[in-house]
């Protein structure tokens, strides 16, 4: 027998050293060799001998599948193939990994020759999970939007494919919504290896550097947990930072609507506060300036702008009294102005705080607040707001228009 014409190309080069030396024991147990590195590669693991057989092969929901395993006959057929396969390395490579077997020129044939065909078979299995088949599972227009569903399916994604799927939906996010790649990012970097941060991190870099598209900086920017966005290279950091703070500087809110002017300002509605706490020092300096020019503007529409996008994220930008004083003045302002619309924002704020802002906001409301017939009760119990409902918005020095 002709074995170098017989068997696969790469078996041949790991065994022909030995086999053209007679070195028939080694021959196998290199052939042996192939069989594994094939199963790790396939099945994604790092087992070895017959733990990684079955692990790839056995099992309800098998790795690998040598066939549909949707019949009896198929499930009997793939539990023998698996038994063959621990039993090649139990009975066979075991052996002579431990102690001197002498095998003759036949034996080696055989053996080798069959692990060549148990080799063949693997090859054309059908490994449960494919990079592929999980993009198409996330285009599914079933999809459902919900921290558990993505939690389930990032559950089935073999650890070291989790890279390779951030960096995929990273590149495909043009095509998906918003709310989607961040569930799904949010999801993968929780059990992301340092490695496959390092690998993200750098195409995050290299794509913003010159990226200025403003949906897909948006969609980036949902995908980008802060402790990532610390490590992006310095230059793409500072000039995102800087579209983001020139977005800000720009947005307005239309009058009796929660929409931006002409888009502007939109792309800064989307960073996060955690986001924002990540920001170069100085370009965080910027940032307070401009919230707080727009806090103490006379404009509506600048005022607007960061009640419905930003007065959730101040306390993460403004610690000190006057800030948060001249933040409550100017919703006072509002309501006083005829800004119904925003007393649910306020309450809901107010609500969630236990702190300088709260006490601050209480107070400064106070003459807007009906004690005997409040908008709303706070979870303390305090009554909060409730004449607003009766006012009318009455021009001040001729400036804007009402709601």
Known sequence: MDIETTIRTDLWAEISAS???CDYRNSIINAMHVLTKILREKADSDLDGHKLAGEALGGKNPKLKVNRFQTQSEIDEQEGFTQIVMGLY?????PRSHEIVLDT???????????????????????TFTVDDFLTRIFDPDFV????YVAALVGEIPKKKLGEILISIFRERRALSSAKVKLLADEIIKVLSDADINDYVKVISDELQKESDQYLIILAINMIHPVIWKKVRKTTKIRIENKVITSIKKGEVIYGSRKTRDHKGVLGTWVSDELIGCFEPNLQDDLSNILRTKINDSDIED???VVYYFLPKLPSIFSDIEDISFTAEMLRKLLYRGGKSINRDIYRFTNLRND???STFIE???DLTDADAPSFTLEDGTPFLGKERNLVYEEDNGDDIPF
């Open 19 to 21: 086999y053209e030396v």
């Open 145 to 148: 939007e919900s921290q558990e």
């Open 90 to 94: 139990r009975g066979i490579r075991n």
């Open 364 to 366: 400064t409301l106070s």
């Open 303 to 305: 005022n607007l702008y």
């Open 356 to 358: 300088q802002w709260k």
């Open 105 to 127: 020129k036949n034996d080696a044939d055989a053996i080798i020759c069959f692990i060549n065909y148990v080799i063949n078979l693997i090859d054309k299995s059908n490994p």
